[in-house]
């Protein structure tokens, strides 16, 4: 037992290291010890230079072609326009309402965000436990999907996802039917 211990010390390096004392004792002056056979590296050949080569070239510009008219291609004469196409904006769904009456309709709401709907949550009546569960389960459903959470007013909440957005009227009349 006592020797794994001693190995597992020796391997974290917690261990005295021998071999640390003879470094010091090291000589650096003196050459290396041949470590046994090494491959020979790969030297390319180079051809003998030659006398007649100066030893310094210099670079010739290429003569240039004179330049050709050419005739511009037809679709480079058509004048190009802009297509303007409007962009049409579709209505954001309506709002699906829900009261839930226990923590197994956290389904139906996560059904409905995913599917792009604003969902309402009114937990108005509902136990405190059960409420707290669902506020829970809703803020993380807006969070792992970038939507949004929003207390319209005291226990109802609006649930929007990323891509939909509710209009100012919309939540006005949510406010003032849920007052």
């Not at 100066?54 to 326009?81: F, H, I, K, N, Y």
Request: aromatic share 6%; with cysteine; proline share 12%.
């Amino acid at each position: 037992m006592a020797t794994m211990w001693r190995r597992a010390m020796m391997y974290l390096g917690l261990g005295p290291d021998d071999e640390y004392d003879e470094y010091d004792e090291y000589d650096y002056d003196a050459p290396a010890e041949p470590r046994g056979h090494a491959a020979p590296r790969y030297v390319p050949e180079q051809a003998p230079p030659d006398p007649q080569m100066p030893a310094v070239s210099t670079v010739r510009p290429m003569p240039r072609e004179p330049e050709r008219e050419r005739e511009p291609e037809p679709s480079a004469l058509r004048p190009r326009g802009a297509v303007v196409r409007p962009i049409v904006t579709q209505p954001s769904p309506k709002p699906h309402a829900i009261s839930p009456v226990s923590f197994n309709e956290a389904q139906e709401v996560a059904d409905k965000f995913m599917a792009g709907v604003p969902v309402i949550v009114n937990l108005q009546g509902v136990e405190r436990e059960l409420s707290r569960r669902l506020v829970d389960f809703a803020s993380g459903l807006c969070y792992g999907l970038r939507g949004q959470m929003e207390r319209v007013t005291n226990q109802i909440y609006l649930l929007t996802p990323s891509d939909v957005e509710v209009s100012d009227e919309d939540r006005r009349r949510l406010q003032e039917r849920n007052s």
